[in-house]
């Protein structure tokens, strides 16, 4: 990120323009909505500012700017739609401390204006750093059309409101009662109300509404244990997604991926439990008892697992220690890395007189390596997914070779599943292990057992091999 978005109080403060055509209007038309002093410096100003500038709403200076015009501006817009004058102008603002802006000059401006969705006092602003300002406008109107025109009196009502509100406990009560308000209560009372009277209506629906909350009984802890799928933040469920946004703690493994975690709401209070696997970290304990004590101060609490949870996931001692106080839970399924990786590589896990079973497997248990009927995996036309299978490769490699099964029989490692850094290794088990250690993968892998990538997709992990080569 280049660019940090904040929004800037222009309240009584001092905005300095250069032009007077129409990059100055369109910055102009903006800066109206805002309550600064606003100054423009135009020789030949277009018809509207002539305007604006008589109804009293800016300082019109028909001349060219000079030093000492921008001092205490907190921003300089250069409008001229002239290099060499916006250059010039740019340069005095700089001089005189204003944060500068040149209109369509990227890289000399200290700051951008963004797009803006304006339903004030919930301002949405869209910057694309200047790489796609087409996106921006899409995003624009997609949001316009989506957010409707109320959405504004009532963040306004709303606002006034707030120290009403504080009869409710801090926290999960106030929560429960502002999402109320502006997804049920208050959208209902702008549905109901006459134009005329509607501030009126809301202001009365949120008085009924806080009656209600007032009276409710706090909400008991609950534990949602969350299927976060392999790393693409769209593969999660919908489900998933509602938990996060709701969730007070959120406690989550070491393979949940940083755009997941940015789905969370903002004031969840987010543990790492750093957990990989079977790995170690934090024990299995600690998390037990984070879990639970959360619960018990009442908190939602959302377990956040990668894949599916139900799989190789130490739920159940999860759920056992959540039971054992009492505390109310359920299971939110997710996308298994199994199921990621196979689509990666455009295969089926079962296939019509190829295996009408799947096994899903784990390298190495708690115990060390993990032992398996090697025997019936040994014959052909199996198939496996291995989960934490890349340090036990030899391992599972001689067993398995041991057992008579095909030393061609096709092995593929999807590294990263389903996020940007995927990679594809296909190989066979007698290669397996020295091609696995020379693709040198560091990511969470999956390895599958008898299948290979789809011809289509086998030119990829080709293209891979031969860079690694
Ligand atoms: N519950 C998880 C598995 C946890 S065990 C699930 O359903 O996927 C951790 C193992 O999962 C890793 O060692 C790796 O084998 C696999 N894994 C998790 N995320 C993965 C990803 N994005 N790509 C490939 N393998 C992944």
Known sequence: MDHFPIFISLAGRTVVLSGGGEAALAKLRLLLKTRAHIAVYAMDPAADIISWAAAGKLTLHRRDMQAGDA???????????????????????RADGALVNIVDNLQDSAFITPAIVDRDPVTIAIGTEGAAPVLARAIKADLEARLPASLGLLARIGKSFRAAAEALPFGRARRDFWSDYYFNAGPRAVADGDETVKDTAIKAALDDLLAQHIERKPRAGHVAFVGAGPGDPDLLTLKARRALDEADVVIYDRLISAPILELARREAIMLDA?????????????????????????????????????????????????AEHGITWHIVPGITSASAAVAAIGQSLTKRERNSSVRFLTGHDMKGFADHDWKALARSGEVAAIYMGKKSARFIQGRLLMHGADRHTPMTIVENASRPEQRVLSTTLDRLPADLGAAQMNGPALTF???????????LSDLIRQEQA
């Open 71 to 93: 001092v205490s501006a907190a921003l300089f817009y250069a409008a001229d739609e002239d290099a060499t004058k916006d250059a010039r102008t740019a340069a005095l603002a």
């Open 449 to 459: 057992y008898g299948l290979a990538p789809r011809a289509a997709a086998q030119s």
């Open 274 to 322: 750093g957990k990989e696997g079977f790995g170690p970290s934090m024990s299995q304990q600690d998390i037990n008892a984070l879990i639970v004590e959360h619960a018990q101060n009442g908190a939602q609490v959302v377990r956040l697992k990668s894949g599916d949870a139900t799989v190789f996931g130490r739920l159940d001692e999860e759920i056992d220690a959540v």
